[in-house]
DNA sequence: TATGAATGAGGCTTCATTCAT
DNA sequence: AATGAATGAAGCCTCATTCAT
């Protein structure tokens, strides 16, 4: 089918942009890198990404949508079968590292763009919270203590979390801030819902 | 005295570029104003901006510097007399109102910008301090209840503030965060730290 | 042969456009032709100059650089068989006409650019002196007169060229400097070494 | 007389303005050096500047006008009684040592000047003829030897002079050419005419 | 006369996007 | 689909000169 192997060509080069991008806007971050840098990474010529992409502006916002899923699956992933709070979120913690880089470009740079991708990290979100919810609970009823609401137990752990990355600078110059610091994090997050499995 | 009055003059154009980009930079984002808007929106020529200002770096962080002392400033004399953690918090985020879209654009752009910047926010953080934590230390003891560290009990406020507010296109679109929801995050911070006056 | 062909193009382009900047420098001196001139000369936009040389100075360089492989090109060529001095430098003197103008430039600016041009004449004055040494020595030899070491034959035939080259607007205004006075510099460069052939 | 010391106070000023421009022309070169350098350098406002020359060109013109007479004067006396042509020459040489940078810079300068400034050097070159020129016939005559003209023998002193000045860079480089190769070039002229005294 | 802030006309460079091949 | 030269709209900065004081 030389249709077929056209297409998957196409969509092979794609892919190898999408993934080009993707590595320099954590590298450099988003707003740094310019089209040419990922053509040129990309073995492809300038105007070869305009025939895949009608903006420059599509690709970042294909990268990020991408980034959602990959990392939402990944964190589903890794999370597995962990049972207690601490666990779970270790593992979050663990599986983020990978991506560390561009996710704190994420949190640097959603605001700025387009409604439509800002829930991007949603997916992540939420499905973590099929996770961690539960665990919490459990906890936090067996200890008789104190009750704090769902989005509270969510908000407060991406809140801490994003804290600490969005200082990267700060707490982990040049380094992986999350292989530093996250079980710090993590026990940071427990001590204040009083939670100590 | 005519060379007072020069200088004076001086001064003003010089304060009236930092205000104007100050409001540019709050509307629009730090990157998206140019020095030609800066120009125009202070009525004057563009080259004139140079005259006062070796480049456009210079004006971005001299108005970031300058952010920083005022707000430490104002939340300072706003946090006044307050006792309880509860009035405390209330009159930080009714102080930072006036300044939550620059804040947030603060948030945003500190980490990229040159580290002799980046502390600037600590000033505000450093001076809050002062306040917050003589005030929760006080209830803790009396609940005889959680012991936070120091650090903790102020990286969870900015870290649950932070969220919010670099989180406002979804919790707040086109509308003050903090108006609409500076009492529920103050509460829900109180509520993390089990304290309720 | 597609990728020939543009190639080809490119190389084209390029090269017009140090024509155009040999040209313009030429006529207007290298300082007082900006990109600009040299775009629309050369028919291109002006962003369309810095896709084939990233910087201004790097044209400047690089017509300086190609001059000097020409010019020494085209003398060695003209000089070819001719065996008395004074055929030699009328050779010479005949050749570098056609490059007058941007020879004065050169003399000029020379000593104002980095180190790496500066040598840009040497290849000229090197490759001339193969011809002209050995012409000059034998002479010299025959009227067993004046011995002047090779530098000193070599230094004092620049040095007078250039000097009615840099004073050409007093010595030819508007004119060529050459066609006007090219036998007179040779003759009198060869009276001032006693050599009448 | 009120009206005699403001004149002789504006008076003050103008040379201040030129002896400083003077001095920063030969330090960074005449373009390279901008109204404000020679404000500040001078003590005065920018706007002063305008005061008292109507234009940047008006500056450069007169510094060099001045520069001739004062090169001029200064080797008149410099060369003094010197008799022999090589005593004649190292006066010239040694008294233009002091000179030497603007010297340079006015070689490459001159010929982009409007002509009326041209001849600048002109009154240098005469006034030292009335030197040169006798001592070196004299020495001819003697030697029964070879007859250059006047203008031979003053442009080809001038030629070598210059061509060593403008390529100083190579000769002496960050250093004084005159301090370091003076005699030689002096002994170069005098070898060329067949000249020992 | 002196001041110096302000002007405004350039000058160089970058970069997303287009288009002919 | 791919190429990559060309486009053109900005963007930042410089500097001689002017002008109100």
Do not use: C
Request: charged letters at 25%.
């Amino acid at each position: 089918m030389e249709r077929g192997k056209r297409e998957q060509q196409k969509e092979q080069t794609r892919q190898r942009i999408l993934e080009v991008a993707y590595r320099k806007f954590a590298e450099k971050g988003i707003e740094a890198t310019n089209t040419a840098d990922i053509a040129s990474e990309a073995k492809l010529s300038h105007g070869a990404i305009f025939v895949h992409f009608k903006t420059r502006q599509e690709i970042v916002l294909k990268v990020i949508d991408d980034f959602g899923v990959e990392l939402s699956v990944h964190i589903t992933k890794s999370v597995g079968h962990s049972r207690t709070p601490r666990s779970i979120l270790l593992s979050f913690t663990k599986a983020l590292t990978k991506f560390e880089a561009f996710y704190i470009e994420l949190l640097l740079v959603l605001p700025k763009l387009p409604e439509n991708v800002q829930g991007s990290l949603l997916l992540v979100q939420n499905g973590f919270a099929h996770y961690l919810l539960p665990a919490v609970k459990r906890e936090m009823e067996e200890a008789k203590f104190k009750r704090l609401g769902e989005s509270g137990i969510m908000n407060s752990w991406f809140a801490l979390l994003h804290y600490y990355m969005t200082n990267r600078n700060w707490y982990a110059p040049n380094k992986s801030l999350l292989k530093k610091l996250g079980k710090k994090i993590v026990n940071e997050y427990l001590e204040l819902l009083n939670i100590n499995k």
